[in-house]
């Protein structure tokens, strides 16, 4: 990919194939990764400034949470300065308006940062679980993240729950461990007929399989991704430019097919 696709502005016949397929689908769906939430100061983890070229994915598994439950949650109390502050940009936004237009049926995310349902997306599977809570892992007690947060900054490293003791942990999905709602968002999937990809390297299973499953049914894949992804070869439509100028130029594109219908 020619590096235009970081300054580049979007293909204007990307766009318009795209919105084709998503005006004429009759159960559209969307998977997102981390590349829809960089413009909202996240960083992503695979991309130029992802967190894996900082840190090995390792700290993310569940044997480092349970052997090094202090080192995991100073990494994740890093992390989560940006997260907490971080508001829906313009592709966030712009999912939640093809949502109430009823263009989009479902967001199926990978994220964990909540800025889909903060734009205003109802129907949000969250494959990996979420940053807004932490869980007891002795009790199944629940905290939420602030208060979980306030633990960590009084010196509580790993944070402790209050009514047992347990130490607590983020309720994300760390390699190794089972993704969350996976039967549903495959049952999503194999009932669609067009999936709109935004912001993922689609490396990691079993999320990439989204794409697959709505591919094998006969559905159409538009990806939105700055960079290569591992599943461009299964693409109908690739648009490669910023999540945000691509999804705000596809919104106003659907309008106006929908104008003219
Ligand atoms: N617009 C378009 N694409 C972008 C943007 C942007 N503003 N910012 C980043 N990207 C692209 C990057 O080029 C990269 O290819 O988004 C992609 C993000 O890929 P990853 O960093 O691999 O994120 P993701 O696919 O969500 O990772 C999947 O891996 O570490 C685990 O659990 C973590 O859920 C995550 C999973």
Known sequence: MSSAGYEGTCNPKDIEAAADILTKAKHAIAFTGAGISTESGIPDFRGPQGLWRQYSPEIATIDYFLTHPKDFWLFYRMRMSALFIAKPNRAHMALAELERMGIIKAVITQNVDGLHQA???????????????????????????????????????????????????????????????????????????????????????????????????????????????????????????????????????????????
């Not at 939420?144 to 009084?154: A, L, N, Y």
């Not at 290569?228 to 106006?256: H, Q």
């Open 119 to 261: 734009a205003g997306s109802k129907n949000v599977i969250e494959l990996h679980g979420t940053m807004k809570r932490a869980v007891c892992l002795a009790c199944g007690r629940t905290y939420p993240m602030d208060v979980v947060i306030r633990k960590i900054d009084s010196g509580q490293v790993p944070p402790l729950c209050d009514e047992c003791g347990g130490v607590l942990k983020p309720d994300t999905v760390l390699f190794g461990e089972p993704v969350k709602d996976f039967d549903r968002a495959r049952e999503l999937a194999l009932m669609s007929d067009a999936v709109l990809v935004i912001g993922s390297s689609l490396s990691v299973y079993p999320a990439a399989y989204i794409p697959i499953f709505v591919k094998e049914m006969g559905g159409k894949v538009i990806i939105i991704n700055m960079e290569p992804t591992e599943l461009d070869y299964i693409a109908d439509v690739i648009i490669r430019c910023k999540a945000g100028d691509a999804m705000t130029t596809l919104l106003n594109e659907i309008k106006s097919k929908m104008g003219n219908q």
